[in-house]
């Protein structure tokens, strides 16, 4: 069972809140997983675990939520080429739908702008979901649109238990063929086009970016040859008759 782990939320990025969180809960999985091996990818900054026994490490620039879109392709090719059977986000990013993947709940969704695009479709994508208590579970299914029933917390709320309650998990997906209720697969796919809708609007708005640039930097140099200019101005505007 190989499973990758995107380490963004040990980045300082993140925060000291979410590196401590982390720092605690990942060896703690680690540990619990003997026949695991786990890859994390390790965002930018140094992570806030050095050093983990069996865990191999990638590096790769910080997390960019303002392109969502296209870390999700990234990490969906990273998952395909490390043959990933299991994608865990501590930044709440997501990998498509072809690797399983688990969504943490650990701390309360923002609540002036509500939670980010990346972690909405993170949530929805996920085939098992867990919470470090009820609060939590209660705070994350709302923002989200997801049932409480679908998260599972452990008894204890400190990292290290529900560590336990990952490794669990885990184990289940590993040892059984993933079942997905009927609510999830047919969500699935909406969110896998409105990721890729999302992405032809980014692009089609670099391209637009991209000659504006170099429209502007054609009138920056004929706006120093005053002839140039007036000519190059007269085959834009074409005169009244």
Do not use: N
Request: hydrophobic share 45%; net charge positive; proline share 6%.
């Amino acid at each position: 069972m190989r499973v990758l782990i995107d380490g963004g939320g040990l980045s300082g990025q993140a925060g000291a809140g979410a590196a401590e969180f982390w720092g605690s809960f990942l060896p703690a999985l680690a540990q619990r997983l003997p026949r695991g091996e786990i890859c994390l990818l390790s965002r930018g900054a140094t992570a806030a675990v050095r050093e983990l026994t069996g865990v191999r490490t990638f590096h790769a620039p910080p997390v960019d939520y303002a392109a969502s879109a296209r870390e999700d392709r990234r990490l969906r090719a990273l998952s395909h080429a490390l043959d990933a059977d299991l994608f865990l986000s501590t930044c709440h990013t997501s990998a498509g739908v072809e690797t399983p993947s688990i969504y943490v709940a650990w701390e309360p969704p923002p609540g002036r702008h509500g939670p980010r695009a990346s972690s909405r479709r993170a949530a929805r994508m996920a085939a098992r979901h867990l919470a470090l208590d009820d609060e939590q579970a209660a705070q994350a299914a709302q923002a989200h649109g997801l049932t409480r029933s679908l998260f599972r917390v452990p008894s204890v709320p400190t990292a290290p238990a529900l560590a336990d309650v990952a490794a669990e998990t885990i184990e289940e997906l590993a040892d059984r063929e993933l079942a997905l209720d009927e609510l999830q697969a047919a969500r699935r796919p909406m969110e896998e086009k409105a990721t890729a809708a999302l992405a032809a609007r980014l692009k089609a708005a670099a391209e637009r970016r991209a000659v504006w640039r170099h429209h502007l930097a054609r009138w920056a140099r004929a706006a120093g040859q005053p002839r140039r200019y007036l000519e190059y101005l007269g085959r834009l505007v074409v005169p009244a008759r």
